[in-house]
């Protein structure tokens, strides 16, 4: 992880929005804030020696979940980390701007025309009129393990521009959506319902608030909140189409979408790129203790059973793939 990495021989993190964050967290903590700062520069160390060996920093900060300090950078590393990721997504402009209070994203260009992003809004609002703006996002909802907002940000501004409508209207629309985080984001948009019990940030910036955000982020073994859990299962239990894109399918976070009873899940669509194909029957076996279901071929019907749509390739040809699907009931 970069983001970690020292400036040459000097004792100070290279990345200058973590160095300085760090160093307001030490001087915080005494007047001497270099001997704690050392400290802090140690347990990055550590991170970095050992992250190559970890499946990811999660895994990794779960190993030394008792090493307060590497939890803290950790943290740190992962909120500069998704930041600077968001400031230099496809999705952002050169001239980061804002529109009435929204961060204006990119979605005319050739590289966002390859993404995903693009399929799924074309496949929520075709057949839609301008009157039915209210409706268009009231038959879905979404699970991000992921702490970036680059669903959000999207969205808000595909609305503005494919509707033709003001960014008040844009945000009234896109807030009607159910979009969880189980595992936190790095701040609230300002015009986020939720905003003002959450730590805000415009898109890529943390506006000076790193510690904040990174305070409020949760590694994927530590617990999620108890109501984002059993609102994320209700949904899982009540969804007749489940689709996972980019899910690395970690036992805890299966275990987070486990329901209680059958769910009503009658098609189940996922990627698997870079998993082997006998993984991929482990895969689907688990989605049936997941769903409480039983998986079946495509031509099988039985009401205990559900439909696996299996898509070796990427988010975007899981959409192009199986679009006549997606479309329909």
Known sequence: MSVLERDGQNHRFSNEQLNRSVMNLCQKEGVNWSVPFQLYLDAAVRIRFALPMAISIDNLLHTHRNDKLMIRMGKLAIATTILEKEAHSYLCPEEPRKREGVDVAVT???????????????????????????????????????????????????????????????????NRITILHPYGQVGHFAWQEGARDSVTSSFGNAEGKLIEIADQLLTFTE??????????????AGAETLVFMGFGFL?????????????????????????????????????RHVLQRKPTSERAGRDNRFQAFVERGTCRELMDHHWLRLTRA
């Open 223 to 236: 617990s999620a909140e108890e109501g984002v859990v059993i609102q994320t299962r209700a949904l899982v």
């Open 251 to 287: 036992p805890q976070n299966m275990e987070l979408l486990t329901v209680a009873n059958p769910a009503a899940t009658k098609r189940v669509f996922l990627t698997t790129k870079g998993i082997g194909d006998d993984d991929v029957e482990i895969v689907i076996n688990e989605l």
């Open 108 to 174: 005319n260009t050739e590289r966002i025309a390859k993404s995903w992003y693009l399929p799924l809004m074309r496949l929520l609002v075709t057949g839609r009129t301008l009157e039915e703006l209210e409706r268009i996002f009231e038959n879905v909802a979404f699970v991000v393990f992921n702490y970036d907002r680059c669903l959000e940000h999207f969205l808000v501004n595909a609305v503005i521009n494919y509707f033709n409508v003001d960014p008040r209207t844009a945000i009234a629309t896109v």
